[in-house]
């Protein structure tokens, strides 16, 4: 039923049909009415039709004969050029209905040469779909492009400035991005070209073709061959230069490390041309050298340390290096070192720990006072305690790292050895029960995983008691090379120890050696 309604002529006049759920309007009847040359059409009676919609005939108007009329169509074609749409008026008075190219030619009329739809043309002529607007021709619109794109491995949001009022640790400001040899850093996705459309007037619709852009390959990295990959030519720091992507193998603070740049963990070297301030952290992969003072700062380093003015720690500096340590002075910090420590100019009240030698010596004052010094082979320093008689500790050949060490691993071994205990009496239970044909499969599992635990803890077991033989060798060659030496003055209150053996300085010396001899300290000439 074309619009939920339908006209019957017939030799008792014309009938029209509202469907029950039609939406039709007076207007569309009345003009479908006109289009048969009805024109005398009963109005209350077509109100009547529409109002009650019960699908019988309503007669609107005495017998009429209509008017012939050929087909009619109405096309609309889209302002992308991309569809056409076509409004059929069925042909009335016993015309024909137009053929399928009889459309497509109307269609060609219009400049409608591509895209043709014959499926729905047909459909529309012969079912008929009339009075509605039908899409009877579709063009091919243009597939777009990409831009090519960069997609970054790592995140360059930690080197912008944080917002004013950001809630983060300020310390945290993340400005380190570590990458290592071979990690990828950026990749590119290449551009996509676009695929050109043809419009229903069979015209050319040109795509867009995606725009081309490289990786923004700086110095220290890597390009694939297909020129598609970013790598790191070395361990590193990713910093943005001119627009490109750089790895340095230093990690540089222009001044202090304050709040403007946070805590650094680098992987790499570090150094730093001003000062680091109290409560800030400084991680170095490599070396780290800083040109100002060290405040009560937490500084570490996988290779050598230096601190060219020195520590102002206050008691909240902690120095850990695994290699030298070298500093102007260092006045109260806990500084431990894998080498050697020197200083040109003064320990004051520091908690010192050296594998190798502590040496303050190479200008006039070159004083360790205060505090306690611990050093693998020997201490060697100008001036050595204070008139004041300030109580200094100094300790040779006994380091607290591999006393400490031993202490743990002592632990440890007692640990695997009463588990060995264990395990080898469940094992041997479960055997037993397994002679006599007792072991259950549950039980058969239990002594698998047991005799496995068994052999893991052995090893560790194994391992602890050569790092333990390690240990006391390394302990036992410091305390054969131990002593202090002290090229000016030694002054009372200072307490040496040596292989064990304690020795307190009552009065004062001068050009001193402290040596190990035949279970006791003696005191010789500087050399």
């Known amino acids: 039923m074309d619009g939920g309604f339908e006209l019957n002529m017939t030799g008792d006049g014309v009938f029209l049909v509202v469907a029950p759920d039609s939406t039709a309007s007076t207007g569309k009847v009345v003009s479908a009415l006109k289009e048969h040359g009805v024109t005398d059409y009963d109005g209350d009676a077509v109100r009547y039709a529409l109002e009650n919609k019960q699908g019988t005939p309503v007669r609107v108007a005495a017998p009429h004969k209509e008017a012939e009329r050929e087909a009619d169509f109405r096309i609309k074609i889209s302002e992308d050029v991309l569809t056409c749409e076509m409004w059929l008026i069925p042909p009335s008075g016993g015309k024909a209905m137009p053929t399928v190219e009889n459309v497509k030619g109307l269609m060609n009329a219009?400049?409608?040469?591509?895209?043709?739809?014959?499926?729905?043309?047909?459909?529309?002529?012969?079912?008929?779909?009339?009075?509605?607007?039908?899409?009877?021709?579709?063009?091919?619109?243009?597939?777009?492009?990409?831009?090519?794109?960069?997609?970054?491995?790592?995140?360059?949001?930690?080197?912008?400035?944080?917002?004013?009022?950001?809630?983060?640790?300020?310390?945290?400001?993340?400005?380190?991005?570590?990458?290592?040899?071979?990690?990828?850093?950026?990749?590119?996705?290449?551009?996509?070209?676009?695929?050109?459309?043809?419009?229903?007037?069979?015209?050319?619709?040109?795509?867009?073709?995606?725009?081309?852009?490289?990786?923004?390959?700086?110095?220290?990295?890597?390009?694939?061959?297909?020129?598609?990959?970013?790598?790191?030519?070395?361990?590193?720091?990713?910093?943005?230069?001119?627009?490109?992507?750089?790895?340095?193998?230093?990690?540089?603070?222009?001044?202090?490390?304050?709040?403007?740049?946070?805590?650094?963990?680098?992987?790499?070297?570090?150094?730093?041309?001003?000062?680091?301030?109290?409560?800030?952290?400084?991680?170095?992969?490599?070396?780290?050298?800083?040109?100002?003072?060290?405040?009560?700062?937490?500084?570490?380093?996988?290779?050598?340390?230096?601190?060219?003015?020195?520590?102002?720690?206050?008691?909240?500096?902690?120095?850990?290096?695994?290699?030298?340590?070298?500093?102007?002075?260092?006045?109260?910090?806990?500084?431990?070192?894998?080498?050697?420590?020197?200083?040109?100019?003064?320990?004051?009240?520091?908690?010192i720990g050296a594998r190798g030698e502590v040496v303050t010596i190479g200008s006039k004052k070159g004083q360790i006072v205060g505090g306690t010094i611990r050093a693998g082979s020997e201490v060697l320093c100008e001036i050595l305690g204070s008139e004041m008689g300030t109580r200094t500790e100094v300790v040779v050949g006994e380091l607290p790292e591999l006393a400490e060490e031993r202490k743990r691993a002592d632990e440890n071994l007692k640990q695997f050895e009463d588990q060995l205990d264990k395990l080898e009496a469940n094992i041997n239970f479960l055997k037993s029960l397994?002679?006599?044909?007792?072991?259950?499969?549950?039980?058969?599992?239990?002594?698998?995983?047991?005799?496995?635990?068994?052999?893991?803890?052995?090893?560790?077991?194994?391992?602890?008691?050569?790092?333990?033989?390690?240990l006391a060798n390394e302990m036992e060659k410091n305390k054969s090379t131990g002593r202090v030496r002290v090229k000016n003055v030694c002054h009372p209150g200072v307490t040496i120890t040596i292989r064990g053996v304690r020795y307190i300085v009552r009065e004062t010396l001068k050009f001193t050696k402290f040596v190990y001899e035949e279970g006791e300290i003696r005191i010789k000439s500087f050399e």
């Open 434 to 470: 397994q002679q006599s044909g007792q072991l259950t499969e549950d039980k058969q599992e239990i002594l698998a995983r047991t005799t496995k635990a068994k052999f893991q803890i052995k090893a560790q077991h194994d391992a602890t008691r050569r790092r333990l033989s390690e």
């Open 110 to 351: 219009h400049g409608v040469v591509y895209g043709h739809d014959e499926a729905v043309i047909k459909e529309m002529i012969t079912a008929p779909i009339a009075r509605q607007w039908v899409v009877t021709a579709r063009g091919d619109a243009p597939g777009n492009g990409r831009d090519a794109m960069i997609d970054y491995k790592i995140d360059l949001n930690v080197l912008k400035p944080r917002p004013v009022g950001d809630k983060v640790d300020m310390k945290e400001l993340g400005s380190v991005i570590n990458v290592i040899q071979g990690q990828e850093i950026a990749e590119k996705k290449p551009l996509v070209l676009g695929r050109d459309g043809t419009s229903i007037m069979g015209k050319r619709i040109p795509a867009y073709n995606g725009k081309d852009k490289n990786l923004p390959s700086g110095k220290g990295t890597m390009l694939s061959e297909d020129r598609l990959h970013l790598y790191a030519a070395f361990d590193g720091n990713v910093i943005i230069r001119d627009g490109k992507l750089s790895v340095n193998q230093i990690f540089e603070v222009r001044g202090d490390v304050d709040y403007s740049v946070g805590n650094i963990d680098f992987i790499g070297a570090v150094m730093v041309h001003g000062s680091v301030r109290e409560g800030f952290e400084v991680n170095s992969g490599s070396d780290l050298l800083v040109d100002g003072v060290v405040e009560g700062a937490e500084l570490k380093s996988e290779g050598n340390m230096t601190i060219k003015i020195g520590v102002r720690g206050t008691g909240k500096a902690t120095l850990v290096s695994k290699g030298d340590v070298n500093a102007g002075y260092i006045d109260q910090a806990k500084v431990r070192s894998g080498g050697n420590i020197a200083v040109a100019e003064a320990i004051l009240h520091c908690d």
